[in-house]
Every structure is written in C-alpha cells, then in structure tokens.
C-alpha cells in the first residue's frame, strides 16, 4: 500500500476522531471547571495513577501551567497527590472520591450518546468496530 495514502487516511480519521470526541463530549463539562481542568481529569480518570510530567506531555502544556492546573483541582477536591514511597519528590496523581463522581457522571452521558450513535449498528457491526479499535490501539496508539 503505498505510505502517503495511508498518511492521507490517518489525517482523515484523525480529524472525524476530532469531530466525534467533540459531539460525544460537549456540554458534559461541570461549569465549576475550564475546559483545560476537564479534560485533565479526563486523562487521570482513564490512565490513573499519572505524574504531573504525563499529564504535562499529553496535554501539550508548560510544567508551571500543569502544576497550576493540579493544584485548582486539588483545591476544588477533585484529584489527590501521593508521594513515590522511594522518591518524595515523585508525586502520583489519581481522582478523588468527589473527582470519581464528577467523571462518572460525565462518562455515563458520553456512553449514553455514544450508545445513541451506535444504536443501528448490527452485532457483526459492532464486532468490526471493537476490532478495529482494537487494532488501531495496538498498532498505532501504543507506544
């Protein structure tokens, strides 16, 4: 297959992925946080325990701005931090009881419009697509 096609289809998808996140995802946000602190708790709910550095890196942000950000959160009681039992200086990063709730309640009304998306798909429909996830996960989103 050639290469560039290939890159033309990953810059499409990429963009429908976008596309989707977005009406999946909109107005979910409590209006007691920013968009940025959403989706920070977004990316500690699905990959806790994190550090301030991988929080950093995948939301493209300063360490300054991270660390600001963390600490909103941790005001607002929503996350919590737990130092590395060998390095005090290494902090772990997980959602509180009040950031669980917030984050639950956020998903269900994600999976309730997903669910609403996917409500013709036929079961080998939806085989293909879990597959395809799957693969894509593996082959590409992976490290």
Do not use: W
Not at 51 to 70: A, F, G, Y
Not at 81 to 105: A, C, F, V, W
């Amino acid at each position: 297959m050639d290469k560039s096609i290939l890159f033309n289809k990953l810059v499409s998808f990429s963009a429908s992925v976008h596309r989707v996140t977005y009406e999946l995802t909109k107005d979910v946000k409590p209006d007691s946080i920013t968009h940025v602190q959403y989706k920070i708790l977004e990316n500690i709910a699905v990959s806790q325990p994190v550090t301030p550095s991988e929080i950093n890196d995948c939301m493209q942000m300063s360490m300054p701005n991270t660390s600001r950000e963390l600490s909103k959160l941790s005001e607002k009681n929503l996350i919590e931090k737990i130092s590395d039992d060998k390095d005090k200086r290494k902090q772990y990063i997980h959602l509180s009881s009040d950031g669980e709730i917030l984050m639950n309640e956020a998903f269900a009304s994600i999976e309730a419009r997903f669910l609403e998306r996917i409500q013709n798909a036929t079961p080998e429909d939806l085989k293909d697509i879990e597959r395809a996830m799957d693969i894509l996960q593996s082959k590409l989103f992976s490290p």
